[in-house]
């Protein structure tokens, strides 16, 4: 009975010990977040990781705001990104337009769709990639649901929102328009090379010294 008693004590201990460890780990996590954001801001650097949406587009504006806020010295964003949802893309590239700090742009991995967008939106001479990141330009498309009115009405959207980005990036490279909506009427992919022959990015890089 005693040895019983014993070892339920262990247990019970035991027990408690694990859930304080565990309770440590979980409050760390958050201590981590917290001092990545930090340096992150200190550095001046925002990171544009994974899908464009509603949610990222309003952490990376208040970022930018915040860093407009503290002082004019240039921002970072390193950009790897599908793409995503053009509306959001379209408020990250107009409060980078917006704010007076020049913004710096470095694409890896891939820089994709709405997040080309994105990356159009530093100066041309500001526009830097790392040398594996590859870049695509294409048609903006999306699901057409409703009555018939509906899908028209979603359709002539559509076809005003490609002739806005095809200007855009017309704009922002110097291409002609024409080639611009010929070559974005399919997934058009680039390497970082031909993203230059393109007047998309300005300079490859290797390493931070040379920003």
């Not at 070892?7 to 309770?23: C, F, R, V, W, Y």
């Not at 806005?164 to 990036?169: A, P």
């Given at each position: 009975m005693i040895l019983a008693r014993q070892?339920?004590?262990?247990?019970?201990?035991?027990?408690?010990?694990?859930?304080?460890?565990?309770?440590t780990k979980d409050d760390a996590?958050?201590?981590?977040?917290?001092l990545i954001d930090e340096k992150l801001f200190n550095?001046?650097?925002i990171t544009i990781f994974g899908e464009i949406?509603?949610?990222?587009a309003r952490s990376v504006t208040e970022r930018l705001l915040a860093l407009a806020a503290e002082n004019d010295e240039p921002i970072s964003i390193y950009i790897s990104s599908p793409g995503g949802h053009v509306e959001s893309g379209d408020v990250v590239y107009d409060i980078i337009k917006f704010i007076k700090?020049?913004?710096?742009?470095?694409?890896?991995?891939?820089?994709?769709?709405?997040?080309?967008t994105?990356?159009?939106?530093?100066?041309?001479?500001?526009r830097?990639?790392?040398?594996?990141?590859?870049?695509?330009?294409?048609?903006?498309?999306g699901g057409s649901r409703g009555s018939a009115s509906d899908i028209a009405i979603q359709a002539q959207e559509i076809v005003k929102m490609r002739a806005?980005?095809?200007?855009?990036?017309?704009?922002?490279?110097g291409q002609p328009l024409e080639r611009v909506a010929q070559d974005t009427d399919r997934d058009y992919w680039m390497s970082a090379e031909e993203a230059i022959e393109y007047g998309i990015v300005s300079r490859i890089v290797k390493s931070a010294a040379e920003i």
């Open positions: 070892n339920d004590l262990k247990a019970h201990t035991q027990s408690a010990i694990n859930g304080k460890d565990q309770e996590k958050p201590a981590r977040g917290g550095s001046r650097a949406n509603d949610k990222l700090p020049v913004v710096r742009v470095i694409g890896t991995g891939w820089v994709a769709s709405a997040a080309t994105i990356y159009l939106a530093a100066e041309k001479e500001n830097f990639s790392l040398p594996n990141t590859r870049f695509l330009v294409h048609q903006p498309s806005r980005i095809n200007k855009l990036i017309a704009d922002e490279t």
